[in-house]
T-cell receptor, first 114, second 115 residues
Framework: GEDVEQSLFLSVREGDSSVINCTYTDSSSTYLYWYKQEPGAGLQLLTYIFSNMDMKQDQRLTVLLNKKDKHLSLRIADTQTGDSAIYFCAESGQGSGGYNKLIFGAGTRLAVHP | GAVVSQHPSWVICKSGTSVKIECRSLDFQATTMFWYRQFPKQSLMLMATSNEGSKATYEQGVEKDKFLINHASLTLSTLTVTSAHPEDSSFYIC???????????FGPGTRLTVT
């Protein structure tokens, strides 16, 4: 079946790099996503990677994909207090009726301290 | 970027009443809209997918008679929680996708509390 797993909590010092890891099970996923959720708010798409890519960099964000191990990571360089949030990994999958849907992990709560 | 709004952002209702939540795409045509629910400190669970002008497709375990979804136009979908009970209390989030993109744009969510 489809499943996405993430560690639940990460604490880093301001200015350090954060690395959030995710594993998924559906090898047919076309896209893999990272979303950010701040308290009481909806989800903001941070970045995504196509399944035939190994790496994608977007300013402070670097996504690494190991398709063989079904492992996805998000690295945030120079982590700031404003980066404190919950980060969700998601894979694309098939919903009921054949529609494309997102399957989310449980989310990693990132806490940034001075 | 594309903007999706939800209304209301927060609602309290009494057990047994019905509540309607609106999801609007403000600057693009949303051919597909998705409804999720999120329990505290948990992930988002897809409830249903709706295409404009069609009946919604519900995920396994979601009661379609309890969670009524209407996607009457390319910019509006509604979720009605009928005969709400305290266990329906949750954070409901919608997302919308346009015709030519995989990307889903999420609304800010609606917190429903049933007393």
């Amino acid at each position: 079946g489809e499943d996405v797993e993430q560690s639940l909590f990460l604490s880093v010092r301001e200015g350090d790099s954060s690395v959030i890891n995710c594993t998924y099970t559906d090898s047919s996923s076309t896209y893999l996503y990272w979303y950010k959720q701040e308290p009481g708010a909806g989800l903001q798409l941070l970045t995504y990677i196509f399944s035939n890519m190994d790496m994608k960099q977007d300013q402070r964000l670097t996504v690494l994909l190991n398709k063989k191990d079904k492992h996805l990571s998000l690295r945030i360089a120079d982590t700031q207090t404003g980066d404190s949030a919950i980060y969700f990994c998601a894979e694309s999958g098939q919903g009921s009726g054949g529609y494309n849907k997102l399957i989310f992990g449980a989310g990693t709560r990132l806490a940034v301290h001075p | 970027g594309a903007v999706v709004s939800q209304h209301p952002s927060w609602v309290i209702c009494k057990s047994g009443t019905s509540v309607k939540i609106e999801c609007r795409s403000l600057d693009f045509q949303a051919t597909t809209m998705f409804w999720y629910r999120q329990f505290p400190k948990q992930s988002l669970m897809l409830m249903a997918t709706s295409n404009e002008g069609s009946k919604a497709t519900y995920e396994q375990g979601v009661e379609k008679d309890k969670f009524l979804i209407n996607h009457a136009s390319l910019t509006l979908s509604t979720l009605t929680v009928t005969s709400a009970h305290p266990e329906d209390s949750s954070f409901y989030i919608c997302s919308a996708r346009g015709r030519t993109t995989y990307e889903q744009y999420f609304g800010p969510g609606t917190r429903l509390t049933v007393t």
